[in-house]
Structure formats: structure tokens, C-alpha cells
T-cell receptor, first 115, second 114 residues
Framework: KAGVTQTPRYLIKTRGQQVTLSCSPISGHRSVSWYQQTPGQGLQFLFEYFSETQRNKGNFPGRFSGRQFSNSRSEMNVSTLELGDSALYLC??????????????FGPGTRLTVT | ELKVEQNPLFLSMQEGKNYTIYCNYSTTSDRLYWYRQDPGKSLESLFVLLSNGAVKQEGRLMASLDTKARLSTLHITAAVHDLSATYFCAVDINGDSGNTPLVFGKGTRLSVIA
């Protein structure tokens, strides 16, 4: 079974620009979560989508947004980029079973550099 | 607010030695995950611990969970260089409306030296 894929893998943008990152989950996984990883703040949750609906949102400004498509693929968008948005953005997918815990599988990440 | 603390944050150990990484969390949960991350890479799932007293072992790594103490340990036996990586623990909570997001510890950067 193919793993979680993310595109692009590397991205360099300028302050003020916007960026869109893409994530394709493992086949059959309907939950997609996004995390930001930086040396200073570590791994922080951005948002989670299930069945095209955002179920959870982390403590990030409105410049960070996302969506999920009917095939469970997800995109996240960051507008008006700031230097502090430079990070590794990780996407994770999981099954969702009623009342049962689940395991998240992470993609390779998109390394975003803002100059 | 769920908080997850790992210690130590940095660990340099000699090949062949044993050591333990600790993960404490602040809110009742019976679900804890351990991940490994190599430099510049993504997170690789190591263990999923789903109940009090759960113990899992894979090679030189063994993880356990004590939900009453809100503590998980990752024990390394007879370390080898290939274990050098950053290890994260993460916790989530199964709420009425589904699972909550993972909250990660800051990670333990392990370096195994000859």
C-alpha cells in the first residue's frame, strides 16, 4: 500500500507571497491532519479534516487554512507569508473508527523556506 | 490543556549501554505513541500504546505505559549507532466527537557514540 505523499517536497517563497501544499493520504484513510515543525516550537497541530470537514483546529492565525476533497486529498494554504512560517509541514493520515483509537501515518513533509 | 514533557531532551550514550527516555503528560489518556525522526526526514511510527500496563518491544527498543502515573518510558537496550535519531512521544484523547489531535513532546535527540 502506498504511503502518504506530499507535494512539493521543497519550496522557497518570499515574504508576502502565498503558498499551497498538497497531501494525498493512504488509500482508505479519511482523516488528514497537518502539523508544523520548527526547531523552536517543535511539532504543532494545525488542523484536521475528515469527510471534507474541518474537525479540529490548532492555535494558528487565519492566514493558515486548509481543505479536503471528496477523494480525501487535502491542501493547506498559507497567505501573506512571514519569515516565521519557514518550517517543515507534515501531513498525516489515519483511519477513523468509531470509539476506537487510531494511528497516524506521516508523509515525508514539505520544507518551506520564506526569504 | 494537554501538555507532554519528555526528558532528557539530549542524550549521548555509548554503544552497548542501556538508557531510558521518559514521557510525562498532564491529562488522563490511555493512548500514547512513540515516533522516530531521522535528520531531514519525516516521522516513523514505533509504538502505539493503548492501555494501562501496555508494553511493546521491537529490537532494542521497549516502550511501556502507566496511565495512572501518566508516564511512558522508552527503554534502549545495548545501544547501537543506528539508533541515533530524535524520538518523540505523543498523546491524544478519545473524546465524544472523535479523536483529538496529537500533542507531541519536544523530542529526545539521541546520539550513540562508539
Amino acid at each position: 500500500k502506498a504511503g502518504v505523499t506530499q507535494t512539493p517536497r521543497y519550496l522557497i517563497k518570499t515574504r508576502g507571497q502565498q503558498v499551497t501544499l498538497s497531501c494525498s493520504p493512504i488509500s482508505g484513510h479519511r482523516s488528514v491532519s497537518w502539523y508544523q515543525q520548527t526547531p523552536g516550537q517543535g511539532l504543532q497541530f494545525l488542523f484536521e479534516y475528515f469527510s471534507e470537514t474541518q474537525r479540529n483546529k490548532g492555535n494558528f492565525p487565519g492566514r493558515f487554512s486548509g481543505r479536503q476533497f471528496s477523494n480525501s486529498r487535502s491542501e493547506m494554504n498559507v497567505s501573506t507569508l512571514e519569515l516565521g512560517d519557514s518550517a517543515l509541514y507534515l501531513c498525516a493520515s489515519s483511519l477513523v473508527l468509531a470509539g476506537a483509537p487510531y494511528e497516524q501515518y506521516f508523509g515525508p513533509g514539505t520544507r518551506l523556506t520564506v526569504t | 490543556e494537554l501538555k507532554v514533557e519528555q526528558n532528557p531532551l539530549f542524550l549521548s550514550m555509548q554503544e552497548g549501554k542501556n538508557y531510558t527516555i521518559y514521557c510525562n503528560y498532564s491529562t488522563t489518556s490511555d493512548r500514547l505513541y512513540w515516533y522516530r525522526q531521522d535528520p531531514g526526514k519525516s516521522l516513523e511510527s514505533l509504538f502505539v500504546l493503548l492501555s494501562n500496563g501496555a508494553v511493546k518491544q521491537e529490537g532494542r527498543l521497549m516502550a511501556s505505559l502507566d496511565t495512572k502515573a501518566r508516564l511512558s518510558t522508552l527503554h534502549i537496550t545495548a545501544a547501537v549507532h543506528d539508533l541515533s535519531a530524535t524520538y518523540f512521544c505523543a498523546v491524544d484523547i478519545n473524546g465524544d466527537s472523535g479523536n483529538t489531535p496529537l500533542v507531541f513532546g519536544k523530542g529526545t535527540r539521541l546520539s550513540v557514540i562508539a
